[in-house]
């Protein structure tokens, strides 16, 4: 088999990663529970460790849980209040969007969806605007945008910035800086495994979206004040945070070879297909992604045939981003996403090269 | 067994006796006793009784704190 879906979940699982999880089974205790707190120690260097990667100096305001969809629900509901506005674009993902139009459907917030970059942001700004959300990285093209720019914009404008980093994490060095909250995944760039994720907040307040039993402050009708346990409800996912807190020691350690890498592949990806393919991405400015089309064959004819006859696994249809389809006008053909990390090899990409070209010349 | 004069420094995040920890070996982590908090959670335990010491080890180490007390455990 050859995975080109990493933009999905990165595969195949690291060694250290495995591991890490093997590991994590063998560890007594419910973590901030159990008078045995190896499980809490894992747990504290897995936030700390993200909290370097990320730039942020408090590693309180690490929140681990279930994922960045959970992350994602959580920032955007328990941070928004009535009469908000809210300025996000075409090229999120459904876990964004659809907490929004929630919230917008029961008359909380007013929204307004405009292009993922700075100028277009600025025509929107209303004396309400409350929050931008924008994707580091679109999960359809890889385009990067500049959430450098549109975060200092939006300090200055005293607005929240939020940024799903759900395909930038692990890719590409990403800084909180200018980021109010950053929502990331825990097993695509970040090597982990599924069902972990989580988020970065500085000091905002965040209302939890779920509560619970956190290991302190038992008496307090309410969730703790004190972050992180204010919005950690329940027991800790210990075999998923172990995962991640593997993959982003690897990462911190790896990163610019991953940038290297993975920039190489999307190089040969583009260089090698060549001929009847339309592309809706580019190498530059980039997470390892490409996407395209074969001209009158359906993205989901492709991803069929490049699994069942190549072995090649992809995706195709509308990865969960109504909107950026519409911005390419390809609801009804979808797109087929190539997507490669460090992991993938230059044997795979000339592969998937041939593959296209045949399918491509098969009219 | 006979209790003892003991040091406890209390946390409003289980995230700061874990820093704690990973900064000292003058002590170890335990359950909060219910003499200084009712519920659940972990402080620090110390036999180095010097209050003073503490707070200025705290401070340097920037970990954060709720109190420091003197219990019998």
């Known amino acids: 088999m050859v995975y080109l879906d990493q933009a999905a979940t990165s595969f195949p699982k690291l060694d250290v990663v495995k591991q890490a999880v093997m590991d994590a089974l063998g560890v007594a205790g419910n973590a901030n ?3 045995n707190m190896d499980s809490s120690r894992l747990i504290f260097a897995a936030r700390r460790n993200i ?38 674009t075409y090229a999120e993902h459904n876990s964004v969007l659809r907490p929004l139009y929630e919230l917008e459907e029961k008359g909380i917030i007013t929204l307004t969806i405009c292009a993922p970059y700075l100028e277009d942001i600025k025509c929107h700004i209303q004396k309400n605007t409350r929050m931008v959300i924008v994707t580091h990285s679109s999960n359809v093209t890889g ?11 939006c300090k200055e404008c005293g607005i929240l910035f939020m940024v799903d980093a759900a395909q930038s994490a692990g890719h590409i060095p990403v800084s909180m800086e200018n980021i109010d909250v950053l929502c990331f995944s825990g097993h695509k760039g970040l090597l982990g495994i599924g069902g972990i994720g989580g988020f970065c907040v500085k000091d905002i307040e965040v209302k939890p979206l779920i509560s619970g039993g956190t290991g302190i402050d038992s008496f307090n009708p309410q969730m703790p004040e004190a972050y992180p346990e204010h919005l950690e409800a329940g ?9 991640l807190n593997a993959g982003v020691q690897y990462v911190l350690s790896h990163q610019k070879a991953i940038v290297e890498k993975e920039h190489f592949l999307l190089q040969k990806l583009y260089e090698g297909l060549t001929g009847d393919v339309e592309f809706y991405s580019s190498l530059e400015n980039s997470t390892p992604i490409v996407a395209l089309n074969i001209p009158g064959k359906d993205s989901a004819y492709v991803s069929d045939l490049l699994n069942y ?28 996403r190539l997507s490669v990390s460090f992991q993938n090899t230059i044997e795979d990409v000339d592969f998937v090269v041939r593959a296209i070209q045949e399918i491509s010349n098969d009219h | 067994m006979n209790k003892e004069e003991v040091l406890i420094i209390t946390f409003k995040s ?19 006793p219910s003499c200084v908090k009712a519920g659940c959670g972990m402080c620090f335990m110390s036999k180095d009784l010097d209050e ?7 401070e340097e180490q920037n970990v954060l704190y709720e109190d420091i007390v003197r219990v019998n455990f």
């Open chain 1, 33 to 35: 529970r159990s008078s």
């Open chain 1, 51 to 88: 909290a370097q990667l990320f730039g942020l100096s408090d590693f309180h305001r690490v929140i681990l849980n279930g994922g960045n969809t959970e992350s994602l629900n959580t920032c955007i509901k328990g941070i928004l209040k009535e009469n908000d506005h809210v300025i996000t």
């Open chain 1, 143 to 153: 385009e990067i945008f500049d959430v450098d720019s549109i975060g200092k914009y």
């Open chain 1, 235 to 243: 027991t800790q996912n210990l075999a998923g945070i172990a995962a």
């Open chain 1, 309 to 336: 006859k190549y072995g090649i696994v992809t995706r195709c249809g509308a990865h969960c981003a109504p909107l950026m389809h519409k911005h390419l006008k390809t609801e009804e053909q979808g797109i087929v």
């Open chain 2, 14 to 32: 289980i995230q700061d006796v874990l820093d704690l920890e990973s900064k000292t070996k003058n002590g170890r982590m335990i359950p909060v």
């Open chain 2, 52 to 58: 003073e010491k503490w707070k200025l080890f705290l």
